[in-house]
């Protein structure tokens, strides 16, 4: 119950294309799921959030899609470019009043010139 | 403003060993985390504390240990090191309540373990 499924394991996107990694949970006590974006060597940065009060959010080309009853919610990057490539990583919190992640197991996009 | 900050960089123990991480978090945050990247893995929560105090913690054996100082830094133990231990730790830290919980990562300390 406390897993968070992510898929695909890896995609490869032409220039200009819309990439999308989805992600799965159980557990309804999670309440916020942000999206972190990685570069080899590099900590993980928050890219966007959402929170299960609204079903989109959009912050420049990257938009989170949630559907609550469906237990889903996805990262759509518009018009992907070559330095998006990198992983990326869906997560959950708000378990049990914890406030730790639970991670995907992350999305390894990489984006053709 | 600065980031959150880990020392070493790197950090080569043989097995049997002890090793300590340390993270400054961003100032005028409470919560600090510790997760484990296991080479191609996702990110494994270790530990959580908040003022002074661990809140919550992992499924990870105890010799895996920490503490949070005064000035919200922290430190991450790791005794009687194990081959597998070998991983990219990372601290990340946050406001500490439910409502401003975006967490922001270091760069991480990249354990090996011979």
């Known amino acids: 119950q406390q897993q968070v499924k992510q898929s695909p394991q890896s995609l490869i996107v032409q220039k200009g294309g819309i990439s999308i990694i989805n992600c799965a949970y159980e557990?309804?006590?999670?309440?916020?799921f942000p999206w972190y974006q990685q570069f080899p060597g590099k900590g993980p940065a928050l890219l966007i959030a959402?929170?299960?009060?609204?079903s989109e959010k959009k912050e420049g080309r990257f938009t989170i899609s949630f559907n609550k009853s469906a237990k889903q919610f996805s990262l759509h990057i518009m018009d992907s470019q070559p330095g998006d490539s990198a992983t990326y990583f869906c997560a959950a919190s708000g378990d049990s009043g914890t406030y730790k992640y639970i991670f995907g197991t992350g999305t390894r996009l990489k984006v053709l010139a | 403003e600065a980031g959150v900050t880990q020392s070493p960089t790197h950090l080569i123990k043989t097995r049997g060993q002890q090793a300590t991480l340390r993270c400054s978090p961003i100032s005028g945050h409470t919560s600090v985390y510790w997760y484990q990247q296991a080479l191609g893995l996702g990110l494994q929560f270790l530990l959580w504390y908040d003022e002074g105090e661990e809140r919550n913690r992992g499924n990870f054996p105890p010799r895996f240990s920490g503490r949070q100082f005064p000035n919200y830094s922290s430190e991450l133990n790791v005794n009687a090191l194990e081959l597998e231990d070998s991983a990219l730790y990372l601290c990340?830290?946050?406001?500490?309540?439910?409502?401003?919980?975006?967490?922001?990562f270091g760069p991480g300390t990249r354990l090996t373990v011979l």
């Open positions: 959402i929170r299960p009060d609204v």
């Open positions: 990340a830290s946050s406001l500490g309540d439910r409502a401003n919980n975006e967490q922001f």
């Open positions: 557990n309804t006590a999670f309440d916020y």
